[in-house]
């Protein structure tokens, strides 16, 4: 099994708890109402507050909690809000030697408002995010040399995604690609992926195909596999995670919670997936792992606040398999994962 399990992720045969993640790092600012504002409607809100967020530094906060050794490639503006982000990435035990400061550009910022039914609006200002260049992933060359997944996503700019990526890749490093915010990529990019993890409407992006069951996630996940994608991952929301991998389709059934925000699920799912797969665990075991992770996440407000920690998903895993609500059954349909 554990040959397969390299196989599909294209690993190394040794495994490690490091995790480099590359991506991007925002200040939040939350707004909570009643429910979301439709086109040209005002509406009056309720709490107001800013938290860390950014879905690089989200993903790098919830993998740290999960036990994984992080490595945090960034960039943040020379101003208060970077000053913040590094502190609050730096009490996580993050390594943040390769967060650089721009000297121009303000940091990253996110404006979001969180429905009482847990729904959420997210627009981004990336500032600093955006001048991230492939140069400074190349400065950072040496955390390349692992054998840890790298975990991206697409709020840097394509071409600095690209030079990670294929940094990676070269060293033998599985990668783990986040295509959120959904944009259309290129074929080479795809290619040297070894697992993409689209939600529904990433998929359809990419594919053309609507993901609605079942059936439609397999069309789109085997389309993308025709990228040569070893692993595609289409998390569903309420109903789990549709895995298309080597050794087979299923979906793989989450965990029944009351959502009180949805905000960075996603990004909690991806840690716990990359912290579980460099541990070693199979590819099942790690979506198991990543689904309760993500359940836990929508059952408290904020972005990086509600990624939780390693105890919390080991006791709600063993509460679930005494309760028999555990969803490892391939194929079998259950109450699903929180909407990422």
């Known amino acids: 099994m554990i040959a397969v399990q390299r196989k599909i992720l294209g690993m190394r045969t040794r495994l490690s708890s490091e995790v480099v993640v590359v991506g991007s790092s925002n200040t939040d600012m939350v707004v909570r109402a009643a429910h979301l504002p439709k086109t040209g409607e005002t509406i009056l809100g309720g709490e107001f507050r800013t938290v860390p967020g ?17 490595t945090f490639i960034a960039r943040v503006g020379r101003d208060e809000l970077g000053d913040q982000a590094l502190a609050s990435l730096q009490r996580e035990h993050i390594n943040v030697d390769h967060v650089s400061r721009d000297p121009r550009a303000r940091s990253g910022v996110a404006f979001i408002t969180v429905a009482d039914n847990g729904e959420n609006s997210i627009t981004v200002a990336p500032g600093a995010n955006a001048s991230m260049k492939p140069a400074h992933i190349k400065r950072a060359g040496r955390v390349f040399s692992g054998c840890g997944p790298l975990l991206v996503q697409l709020e840097t700019p394509i071409d600095t995604v690209t030079t990670a990526v294929e940094l990676a890749r070269r060293s033998g490093m599985p990668v783990i690609l986040n295509p959120a915010p959904a944009q259309r990529l290129p074929e080479s990019l795809l290619r040297k992926v070894s697992i993409l ?3 529904e409407t990433e998929a359809e992006l990419l594919t053309g195909i609507r993901v609605t069951d079942d059936a439609s996630a397999a069309r789109a996940a085997e389309a993308l596999r025709t990228s040569s994608i070893a692993t595609v991952i289409i998390t569903m929301g309420a109903r789990g995670a549709f895995v298309v991998a080597a050794d087979g389709t299923r979906l793989v059934p989450g965990f029944k919670v009351k959502a009180l925000d949805t905000t960075a699920a996603g ?4 840690a716990a997936l990359a912290t579980a797969l460099a541990e070693g665990k199979l590819l099942q075991n790690a979506v198991i792992f990543a689904n309760a992770a993500a359940a836990l996440s929508v059952t408290r407000a904020g972005a990086q606040p509600s990624a939780p920690r390693r105890a919390e998903v080991e006791r709600l895993l063993v509460s679930a398999s005494r309760q028999g609500a555990m969803a490892a059954a391939p194929g079998r349909r259950g109450s699903g994962a929180p909407k990422k």
């Open 197 to 199: 993890t689209p939600n």
């Open 267 to 270: 990004d909690v799912f991806n």
């Open 54 to 70: 950014g879905k690089g530094a989200n993903q790098a906060v919830a993998a740290a909690r999960l036990g994984a050794q992080v």
